[in-house]
């Protein structure tokens, strides 16, 4: 099946900052979603992207098909962007996406 | 529209007991799940429904059972609950293809001693 890797693992920043989160596939996509987990173990949906670029407030995806990658972009961070972010992917027949281990960010004010 | 509900929010087993899952969606979506995630693991298929009246096994099966009441509700039963069971169990569901963005139930958080 289909491996999803994400990077980095762990990330802290000060509130204000800007960051971008990476998800690399190994095979072309049907499917690919990011999740923020936020403190309370809630997963929110953040970007359905299977190829292409969407922006929603400060937060925007892009995933290049052709390449294998997804990036999440967080601009001016908040202490409420704080959690761990999940990428997604599916791959070929099958539309059930197997997870990345995910990104935690940590924002400080 | 409450999307993805699942009951209960907690529990605590002692080893060998058993106990259901309960999940429910109202976006009559086609597709079913349920996941487990562990620390530094991500989340897990453990089965899934892409239809009522379907069922399929996912990454980690072994000790769960699952039944597609109807198209609204997906349960997850543990038969002999084990200490490996411990985790957070998630429910999804989705419209499946060509469309199949997953939505998230609230997660039930399992302890077995």
């Known amino acids: 099946g289909i491996q999803v890797e994400q990077s980095p693992p762990d990330l802290i920043l000060q509130e204000g900052a800007n960051s971008t989160l990476r998800c690399n596939f190994s095979?072309?996509?049907?499917?690919l979603q990011w999740f923020h987990q936020n403190p309370w173990g809630q997963l929110i949906n953040l970007f359905y992207?299977?190829?292409g670029t969407k922006q929603n407030g400060r937060l925007s995806a892009t995933t290049v098909a052709t390449e294998r990658y997804s990036l999440l972009y967080i601009s001016s961070s908040q202490t409420t962007d704080s959690g761990v972010y999940f990428c997604?992917?599916?791959?070929?027949?099958?539309?059930?996406?197997?997870f990345g281990r995910g990104t935690s960010l940590i924002v400080h004010p | 529209n409450a999307g993805v509900t699942q009951t209960p929010k907690f529990q605590v087993l002692k080893t060998g007991q058993s106990m259901t899952l309960q999940c429910a969606q109202d976006?009559?979506?086609?597709?079913m799940y349920w996941y487990r995630q562990d620390p530094g693991m991500g989340l897990r298929l453990i089965y899934y429904?892409?239809?009522?009246?379907?069922?399929d096994k996912g990454e980690v099966p072994n000790g769960y059972n699952v039944s597609r009441l109807n198209k609204r509700e997906f349960s997850l039963r543990l038969e002999s609950a084990a200490p490996s069971q411990t985790s957070v169990y998630f429910c999804?569901?989705?419209?499946?293809?060509?469309?199949?963005?997953?939505?998230f139930g609230p997660g039930t958080r399992l302890t077995v001693t």
């Open positions: 999804a569901s989705s419209g499946g293809p060509p469309s199949a963005e997953q939505y």
């Open positions: 095979d072309s996509v049907n499917n």
């Open positions: 992207i299977p190829s």
């Open positions: 997604a992917a599916a791959s070929g027949g099958s539309y059930i996406p197997t």
């Open positions: 976006m009559n979506h086609n597709s």
């Open positions: 429904s892409a239809s009522e009246g379907t069922t």
